[in-house]
């Protein structure tokens, strides 16, 4: 999904759907997308043995590089230190 198929659904303007979606949510949908993407990451990091090559497509990244350095700037270590620690309280 889009944000512009939300557009065609919410038969709003773009800037007008990510001010009201902004007042909503807390978030422009962009960083909303991201914080999903992040938190879908950290279940499968933690609940599989899913190369993290692999949670990076899943959770819509093309290159695992660019994956890993948002993770670590999102969560402050990167995926394979994460999945590490969290390994330790499964």
């Not at 990510?18 to 999903?36: E, S």
């Not at 993770?71 to 330790?88: D, I, L, P």
Request: proline share 2%; charged share 15%.
């Amino acid at each position: 999904m889009t944000l512009d198929d939300l557009l065609l659904v919410a038969n709003l303007s773009k800037y007008h759907f990510i001010r009201v979606f902004k007042r909503q949510m807390g978030l422009t949908p962009y960083q909303y997308l991201q914080q999903y993407r992040m938190n879908q990451a950290q279940v499968l990091l933690c609940g599989t043995n899913m190369p993290i090559s692999e949670v990076a497509v899943q959770v819509g990244y093309g290159d695992t590089s660019g994956f890993i350095e948002h993770f670590c700037g999102v969560v402050g270590v990167t995926s394979a230190v994460y999945r590490k620690q969290s390994y330790r309280w499964i």
